[in-house]
């Protein structure tokens, strides 16, 4: 067997113990950084080479037949050896071919353009692949091996992951200041809709209904979406006052006027954190690059 034909059995042999360790193939392929049916072809040209079946299929799930079991016995230390030669990336850049991440809808709108023209300077060749979705759900996903890392906001659901805080964001009542200047100001809240985000499965996260109570809104919103952006474009027209992350309202194309009484700006209500986070065995070289690219790219919008 000739280098190169050496190389590549060892590759296929890393892809089936990675899929076994991971046990599907969604979370193997997350992990390995290639597609499930990149996996697949691997595992099925594997079975033709030592003509024995390696796998058996569940629904969702793999199990490795006693064969593979064996034939992994003995490829183990030597991928575990070259495992242990590989050589870390002293500039911080590391080798990536495919990435796929979440993020909550208003930090996709910020970070995922200038996220890809740096991928495209340090890291050329990358794939991103990017799935839009609350920051519960986000966590949940990437729990299940579903998404390699995700840009969240702080919630309950990351327990168990590794989470990495890359920037600050707070809360605030916003108004369109192309209004009349006489209701700029929080006695709009009396007359105006107001509108905020929509509660997920597990309610709104806990800094946000803290800042609701806290604010002590003379009648309940009447507009509410699971979209930001939606509240934004309302508050801009002017239909709204709108509850809004001070890095959303920043990125109005009209000006908006905040109106946040100063007693909740000063004690900190609605501070949060944004995060990113990722499964606790995912690359640590790739977790700290890209923290670092965010918080940049973050103190970029708003401090």
Known sequence: ????????????????????????????????????????????????????????????????????????????????????????????????SWLDIGAFESLAVTLIPPLLDVLKVKCPGTRLTVKVARSGKLSTMVRKGELCMAIVIENDLMDGLTVIPVGQDRLGFYISATLPLETQNWNATQTFSIGNLLAGPDGLPHYYSKFIKASDLPHPPSFTSDSLEAILAATEKGSIIGILPARVAARAGSPLREITRPEMREGGLGVHKICLISRQNCDPNENEFLATELRTLLNQVLR
């Open 1 to 96: 067997m000739n280098s190169p034909e050496l190389i590549d059995q060892l590759r296929k042999l890393w892809i089936l113990n990675t899929l076994i360790e991971e046990g599907s193939f969604v979370q193997a392929a997350v992990q390995a950084k290639i597609t499930r049916s990149a996996i697949s072809q691997t595992i099925s040209k594997l079975e033709k080479k030592h003509r024995r079946v390696l796998l058996i299929r569940g629904k969702g799930s793999v199990k490795p037949t006693p064969y593979c079991l064996e034939v992994l016995a003995k490829a183990r230390p030597l991928l575990k050896s070259l495992e242990s030669l590989k050589i870390q990336n002293t500039e911080g850049v590391p080798q990536m």
